[in-house]
């Protein structure tokens, strides 16, 4: 949908001046779902009224409601993602429910935005694309995936250097911590779980090449192996293989990470090549 019709000038334009766009992610709504037992409640009950009303229901769909809640018209995303249809769709509603064009009532905002930090602790911003191939053909495949990764003070201070390395020093960074970035390394599916007992295998590995002016240039090197299957609750063999390589900038004299990179060299899901990016958010 995002790389289709809600990219599309005509339907953004509808969509901005005459209704009020609202999108859920199931996951949320499961029953260990972070959603609220009301707003569960809420996509429970629009789903049953337009099965009530012989209309086309399910949990991927398009929904379109009255000011009052009531369902009047529905679709699958299948359909829907068909730039078309869901125009047809929304003039049709337009039209049945006599509305009238107006000011945009939520302007559009980022929906990725970096994640407030406390004292001590770093916000990472990872994107991954995969390139086409495997089960991830056509929309999946036109926009990355991203996520922020949050790092506390202990976890930060494993890619620093101690105050009396030398240049040629090599440690190995902790699994915890590289774990916590390295099970995010695959591209766009519909199954977002990232279990740490996907892990196959990792290794993450910190080499001090130089002090220039007390700042630490750091060298990362490493590797992730992990299972990641393309659909929720829907188990294959898929595997992501990702050699990994990087640098990291530190002040030596306020032990703060000036800098932070890690990007993938010759990375696969499956035989599909994909790339992986992580900065240190500024």
Known sequence: MRAGPLADEQVIKLLNSCFVPVYISNE???????????????????????????LSSG???????TPAGEVFDSMHVAEASGT????AMLEKAVES?????????????PQSFCPKCAAGELSLHLVAR????GNG????RAFPGENWIVLNAEESAAFRPRADAKPGQEWKIEPNVSAKILTYFYPQTENNDTPASRIIEQHLHAKLVEVRDGIAQVR???LVRLKHSFYPNRKDETEVRAPVEGWVETDM??????SLCLATDDAKYGKEPIYVAVLLAK
């Not at 709504?29 to 629009?46: C, H, T």
């Not at 995969?130 to 191939?133: A, F, L, M």
């Not at 053909?137 to 999946?140: N, P, V």
């Open 28 to 54: 949320d709504y499961n029953s260990d779902g972070s959603a609220s037992k009301a707003e569960k409640k809420e996509r429970d009950r629009i789903w049953h009224e337009a099965a009530m009303k012989k």
């Open 59 to 65: 949990t991927v769909h398009v929904y379109l409601l």
């Open 84 to 87: 078309p249809k869901l125009l």
């Open 97 to 109: 429910q006599k509305v009238a064009a107006g000011k945009t009532l939520v302007p559009p905002v």
């Open 130 to 133: 995969g390139s086409g191939g």
């Open 137 to 140: 053909k056509g929309s999946w």
């Open 220 to 222: 990362l090197n490493g």
């Open 253 to 258: 004299t306020s032990h703060a990470l000036r």
